[in-house]
């Protein structure tokens, strides 16, 4: 495989080189709900028959990205869960 058969991961933040044919590697992919990944998958296949269905495949990349990142966010937040660095604000201070 070639670098220029590849391109980085759709994901926020993920550096993995993928095949041009795939928007995530395997890893963020998953974490696309399916409904929003059979949407990206038949907006890929008729993403050139127009400008319309272009920015139809655009949409759905940008919401499968937002919905990986919420996704991440949320099992980071579980992780730190009980060490409070996300609910810190009211508590400190006066
Ligand atoms: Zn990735």
Known sequence: MTAAHT???AAVGCQKQVPLNLLMCMEHWRMVPAPL???VNKAWRIRDR???RTLAYQAA???AVK???AKQHRKI???SGGQGDLLAGD???I
């Open 7 to 9: 391109h980085n991961c």
């Open 37 to 39: 990944a059979r949407e």
């Open 50 to 52: 127009g400008e319309a």
């Open 61 to 63: 990349v940008a919401a």
């Open 67 to 69: 919905a990986v990142e």
């Open 77 to 79: 937040a579980e992780r």
């Open 91 to 93: 508590d400190f201070g």
